[in-house]
């Protein structure tokens, strides 16, 4: 390949089982088509044939691949991507923040393709050109924090250290070498310049939703990339760039960016409380605040809501604000838990955020006083409200500190909960744990029968499907099912669908990462504007193949169309890419994504036996707050949700199946990749 | 004459009822005072009608902008945000830029508090040496590895390491150099003399690398082993050359604290010895995680 700006021109392909690495170079079309991130893994994920059905999650020829896109790097608001199958079967797309993927950019990649199972335990460290495959045993089985601290200082580029000294008293003068003579068996290389990616004990055991996390507490949601990484037992990857990016034009490269950052400067919300800011407003205002296994969406007294508002929580317990590279919005805050519970007092973990709030906060019952419901007045004080903080941010911690997801994890224990409130289970269903409502001890047990996979556990570490399935088995009663709040047999995350303030169901069932919250078009599928919301999700699609921040982008504004359009070309210097190649990558990721998970999972029937894995409870009247009895915009009737279906697939040019047709695959350029699959359907 | 100023007054319909009054009560005095001295004293009246109301917001660099609309605060809703982020964007920057002046026997002091290890120091920094030192690359490439300043994340705090202008005391260790620049066995890194070196970049009494000098960090690196194993971490290397680096304070004017977008950087001269200040990077984390987070962490 010629010069190459923006991206590199490369990509590392490690063999864990062979110990071998080799360097795939694209062409250049193959970036101009899939951009990067996301939907260049996917590309991948067909090319290589890991879509088929028969190759398993866990078996080495499964490929874990981090992408990075033509703007990571110097470009502010960068994130890295986790492209792999689930081990549920589906596509995994897992993203996170933090300066590990800036720094793989540096070191002259586009991405790395992980293949094989190692031996024993390893880490891959890459310094610039050079990638090693070393031994992990040591830190197998340690947290994801303590071990990355660890690892941080094992990877060193050789312009940063010397592995023999060369100072020597001759250097000093006479007296300085008498009261501190130089110490030659002092290392030189204090430093914590490489970044790292890594898994926890959940990953090691492969818990199906465990996450590869970086800096402490930023997780590759969902989906379970960590435990793909486990089954190959790889406990990280740890990366130091030291070559830096070239840009096609620079000056206006920067130009832009610096316009982001300066917007950035003056956002008040972002900058503030990040989404910790929007707690109080989820659940009394728009009524989709995950409450108990999503049985209530608002609090009947909006002061039960108060302990997970961002300016309580500052008062309480925000130490100070962390941000990824360049970008000025600092969302997350590193916390401290104070409690007068010993068990949690003292933790360091970050806020929670509006998916942890949510997902373990309410949905676990932790806000309510002992005993009451969320129908019940309040009647505790600020302390009372600290402690409920304090157990939503200790049980974030642990899920972030074993690499596990807490949306996925926080719904599952959720779901025991209200099995254990209508008496389906019991604790001696649980080895002895009673999952009551608001009981940060059991949750703290259960969460670690779950990572070791000890008795239950081993059921639970399957995730919130096969758990109902196998309760519904055990217990003979099949209605237990319908309790497992998700889609696509997968959990929903914190954003309710009934008061059709905060989401439509039918996002839910459109978006091609398993009922996930950040698919883009929220606004116009609540308006049931479903070319909007196919732009909107095909922006973000975009934005997930560069890859950017959502919060910079689809919701803070920060990015448009246009200005990524002209940041892409300013760092690529491709001069055609344009709207019309924006769009095109959106097209691709749904129709890639939408084929990988049908064919992946061997679905017969894409409406009936995929789509309509809808729980109930969507369409139920809501019990409490200002949208009491709401039943979603289809006030409802899922018929007429569906109806809404078919609308949005023939808007998308897709069989009524929801399958892509042979013209858009065609339209799309990836028919040599997918139609063979698609065809099934046709 | 207020027309002649137009460009560089907000738009019309961004105009506040009291920068309107007040310009157009300047209009009036200049009218009578006469052309150059109304000329000056125009923008200069909008200039502190506007810093006054941005005050209020975040500004804390040169740049003034206009606040940001309350909406904001209260509604964030996805959609929302989006229509009031179009509002956000009408910037308006009025105060002319304020010809810097070097600071001498200044320092960098890093709040652990305010820091949010975003980088943008680095990248700023990273971005003026790469101009000076490779002119060939500046054009379409971006290095950190060009910055002095190197924020380094240790998880739950951020550490930024630059030269704190540690000095050997005379009566103890018998020079009063820096101790980079005493065990230097070339005398590339040496002190520019205040008065001297190319103004933006080196002088004015800090340091700086002679690349023709220096042997790099191949042949010797001792700048760096004193500096790490007795004070802080504040040399690095060029990824190309080899060739030692060190903070020259920009000669007393640096870019990495105009481009701090929190203010976690201040521009000081505080009077006495840096070394007090330096220590190395894990030792710098432990004593924040004691001070932030009140714990004792052993990194």
């Known amino acids: 390949m010629a010069e190459a700006y923006g991206i590199t021109g490369k990509i590392a392909r490690i063999d864990l089982s062979k110990e071998k690495v080799t360097v795939i170079e694209p062409d250049i079309e193959v970036y101009k088509k899939f951009l990067g991130g996301a939907t260049l893994g996917m590309y991948y994920l067909f090319k290589e044939g890991i879509v088929s059905p028969d190759v398993d999650p866990f078996s080495p020829e499964n490929m874990l691949q981090v992408m990075l896109g033509p703007l990571n790097g110097a470009a502010p608001n960068n994130r890295s991507v986790f492209v792999t199958k689930s081990p549920y079967g589906f596509i995994c797309l897992s993203f996170a923040g933090g300066q590990t993927a800036m720094k793989l950019r540096f070191a002259g990649w586009d991405g790395l393709q992980i293949v094989g199972k190692a031996k024993d335990p390893v880490y891959i460290a890459v310094i610039d050109d050079k990638i090693e495959i070393r031994d992990a045993s040591d830190l197998w089985g340690k947290d994801t924090e303590e071990a990355e601290m660890e690892l941080k200082k094992r990877v060193l580029a050789p312009i940063e250290y010397k ?42 055991n492969k818990v199906w939703f465990a996450n590869i996390v970086t800096e402490g507490f930023r997780a590759h949601g969902r989906y379970g990339s960590g435990a793909i990484a486990g089954s190959k037992n790889l406990k990280g990857i740890v990366v130091r760039g030291t070559k830096g990016q070239k840009l096609a034009d620079k000056a206006k490269f920067l130009s832009i960016m610096n316009d982001i950052v300066n917007k950035e400067k003056q956002s008040y919300f972002w900058r503030s409380y990040g989404t910790a800011g929007i707690g109080y407003w989820e659940a009394v205002a728009k009524s989709g605040f995950p409450i108990r296994n999503w049985q209530w969406e608002s609090w009947r007294d909006p002061r039960t809501a108060k302990a997970l508002t961002g ?10 604000k962390e941000a990824c590279p360049g970008c000025a919005l600092h969302c ?24 942890a709030m949510g997902m373990v906060g309410g949905n676990l019952g932790y806000l309510e006083m002992p005993g009451k419901t969320p129908s019940d007045p309040y009647t505790g004080d600020h302390f009372d409200q600290a402690e409920a903080l304090a157990k939503t941010q200790y049980t974030t911690m642990l899920f972030d500190k074993f690499g596990m997801d807490f949306i996925e994890g926080g719904a599952l224990i959720a779901f025991l909960m209200e099995l254990r409130q209508r008496g389906y289970i019991g604790p001696e269903d ?31 570490a399957r995730g919130l499907f096969e758990t109902a399935e196998y309760f519904a088995e055990k217990k003979g009663k099949p209605e237990i099912v319908q309790y497992a709040q998700g889609c696509h047999r997968y959990a929903q995350p914190a954003h309710g669908t009934r008061s059709n303030k905060d989401r439509n169901p039918l996002e839910y069932v459109t978006v091609i990462r398993p009922c996930e919250h950040t698919g883009g078009g929220s606004g116009a599928f609540m308006k049931r504007d479903l070319a909007g919301a196919i732009k909107g999700q095909n922006f973000e699609a975009v934005t997930n193949s560069l890859v950017i921040c959502a919060f910079a982008s ?6 448009v169309e246009d ?3 002209e940041l892409v070309k300013a760092a690529t210097g491709w001069t055609d890419f344009d709207s019309d190649a924006f769009n095109k990558v959106g097209e691709r990721y749904y129709a890639l994504g939408r084929l990988f998970s049908l064919h992946s999972l061997r679905i017969k029937d894409p409406i009936e036996d995929w789509d309509k894995t809808f729980p109930p409870r969507w369409f139920e009247p809501l019990p409490e707050g200002p949208y009491k009895g709401a039943r979603s915009v289809y006030n409802g009737d899922p018929e007429a949700m569906l109806a809404d279906l078919r609308e949005y697939y023939k808007l998308r040019g897709w069989t009524e199946k929801g399958v892509p047709t042979k013209e858009k695959l065609e339209e799309l350029g990836i028919a040599d990749i997918a139609a063979d699959i698609a065809k099934q359907w046709w | 004459m207020s027309e002649e100023h137009s460009s560089e007054s907000p738009p019309k319909d961004r105009i506040s009822r009291r920068q309107f009054v007040a310009g157009a009560a300047t209009a009036i005095v200049s009218a009578v005072v006469g052309g150059i001295v109304g000329s000056q004293a125009f923008p200069k009246t909008v200039t502190e009608t506007v810093t006054r109301e941005a005050t209020k917001t975040l500004t804390s660099t040169a740049t003034v902008s206009t606040t940001i609309p309350t909406t904001v605060v209260s509604t964030a809703t996805k959609e929302v945000t989006k229509t009031a982020t179009k509002e956000v964007t009408t910037t308006v920057t009025v105060t002319p830029t304020v010809k810097k002046t070097p600071i001498k026997n200044a320092m960098l002091l890093i709040n652990p508090v305010k820091c949010t290890g975003c980088m943008l120091c680095a990248f700023a920094c990273a971005e003026h040496w790469i101009k000076e030192e490779h002119p060939e690359l500046a054009g379409d490439t971006i290095n950190l590895e060009f910055s002095r300043i190197r924020p380094m994340r240790f998880q739950y705090v951020d550490v930024v390491n630059v030269c704190y202008q540690c000095r050997l005391e005379p009566y103890a260790e018998g020079s009063d150099k820096h101790p980079c620049e005493q065990v230097c066995p070339t005398g590339a890194l040496h002190t520019v003399p205040e008065g001297e070196g190319k103004e933006g970049y080196y002088g004015n ?26 004070f802080g971490s504040g040399i690095s290397y060029d990824p190309i050359t080899k060739k030692a680096q060190v903070c020259s304070m920009c000669g007393g004017m640096p870019v990495c604290a105009d481009a701090c977008p929190e203010g976690a950087i201040e521009v000081v001269a505080p009077g006495r010895n840096g070394r007090v200040y330096a220590e190395p990077p894990e030792a710098k984390a432990e004593l924040y995680y004691m001070k932030l987070f009140g714990v004792r962490r052993d990194l």
């Open chain 1, 332 to 355: 997350a805050y590193m916390t401290q838990i104070t409690s007068k519970d010993p068990m949690m007092n003292g933790g360091i973990t970050d806020m929670p955020d509006w998916e």
């Open chain 1, 163 to 204: 592995d023999v000294s060369v100072l020597t008293k001759y250097d000093m003068t006479p007296q300085w070498v008498e009261i501190r003579p130089p110490d030659p068996e002092k290392t030189i290389g204090a430093k914590r310049l490489a970044g790292v990616w890594l898994i926890g004990p959940a990953g090691e």
């Open chain 1, 554 to 559: 689809t919701y803070g504004g920060f990015y």
């Open chain 1, 563 to 565: 200005n990524i359009i």
């Open chain 1, 430 to 460: 649980l080895d002895g744990i009673d999952l009551k409502w608001g009981d940060v001890h059991a949750v703290d047990a259960i969460i670690r029968k779950i990572v070791k996979r000890e008795g239950i556990g081993d059921v639970l």
């Open chain 1, 311 to 320: 300016p309580f929580m500052d008062d309480a317990s925000f130490v100070r």
């Open chain 2, 205 to 230: 009494g800090y340091l700086w690398v002679d690349k023709d000098k220096c042997l790099g960090i191949d042949k010797c690196g001792r700048c760096l082993e004193v500096c790490e194993e007795q």
